[in-house]
Antibody, heavy 120, light 107 residues
Framework: QVQLQESGPGLVKPSETLSLTCTVS????????WSWIRQPAGKGLEWIGR???????NNNPSLKSRLTMSVDTSKNQSSLKLTSVTAADTAVYYC??????????????WGQGTLVTVSS | DIQMTQSPSSLSASVGDRVTITCRAS??????LNWYQQKAGKAPNLLIY???SLQSGVPSRFSGSGSGTDFTLTISSLQPEDFATYYC?????????FGQGTEVEFK
């Protein structure tokens, strides 16, 4: 079955750029939206944004213009870049596939998540 | 943005109890409502999609209902492995939004 794996630096300095990659295995990345979702320690889930393999993307307005996402179908990977990070960006970051059927849209599967800490 | 409000924020229950969690959307989201279970240190896992459809592999003691703005997740007979945090999520529009979570604790 499809599996997702996030990867990237676990520690980022304030004001720098957070970069993460989601590698998809067991299936094709094509024709889906791939979302990024984060969760600060002890808190709830926040949707960051999504990108389709066609290039169409949607960002959470709360992140303003700090977010860039991309997809590489040749590598079966989706990537996220978040600029000008602060301590408030410290969280576990998940990638998830958004399944879209006539009856609805949902996140499945999810990656295991990767902890990113913003600290000097 | 569509705000999702869950209640209660936490509850204490015993094995075998019937548990009900509610989720209210700030506007009509039709049936674009999903439920996830999250255990400590793990990623969320899809339980219910499109308000009432049971995800493959999820035990039938889990059920979902509702449409429009009011939704319910019910666990008919709580099992030891069900102690976790549950989140609702709307997929009607972007930004996608989640409820704040309901922690189900052992009484």
């Amino acid at each position: 079955q499809v599996q997702l794996q996030e990867s990237g630096p676990g520690l980022v300095k304030p004001s720098e750029t957070l970069s993460l990659t989601c590698t998809v295995s067991g299936g094709s990345i094509s024709n889906y939206y791939w979302s990024w979702i984060r969760q600060p320690a002890g808190k709830g889930l926040e949707w960051i944004g999504r990108i389709h393999t066609s290039g169409s993307a949607n960002n959470n307005p709360s992140l303003k213009s700090r977010l860039t996402m991309s997809v590489d179908t040749s590598k079966n990977q989706s990537s996220l870049k978040l600029t000008s990070v602060t301590a408030a960006d410290t969280a576990v970051y998940y990638c998830a596939r958004e399944v879209d059927r006539g009856s609805g849209r949902w996140f499945d599967p999810w990656g295991q998540g990767t902890l990113v800490t913003v600290s000097s | 943005d569509i705000q999702m409000t869950q209640s209660p924020s936490s509850l204490s229950a015993s094995v075998g109890d019937r548990v009900t969690i509610t989720c209210r959307a700030s506007q009509n989201i039709s049936s674009y409502l999903n439920w996830y279970q999250q255990k400590a240190g793990k990623a969320p896992n899809l339980l219910i999609y499109a308000a009432s459809s049971l995800q493959s592999g999820v035990p039938s003691r889990f059920s979902g209902s509702g449409s429009g703005t009011d939704f319910t997740l019910t666990i008919s007979s709580l099992q030891p492995e069900d102690f976790a945090t549950y989140y609702c999520q709307q997929s009607y529009s972007t930004p996608r939004t989640f409820g704040q979570g309901t922690e189900v604790e052992f009484k």
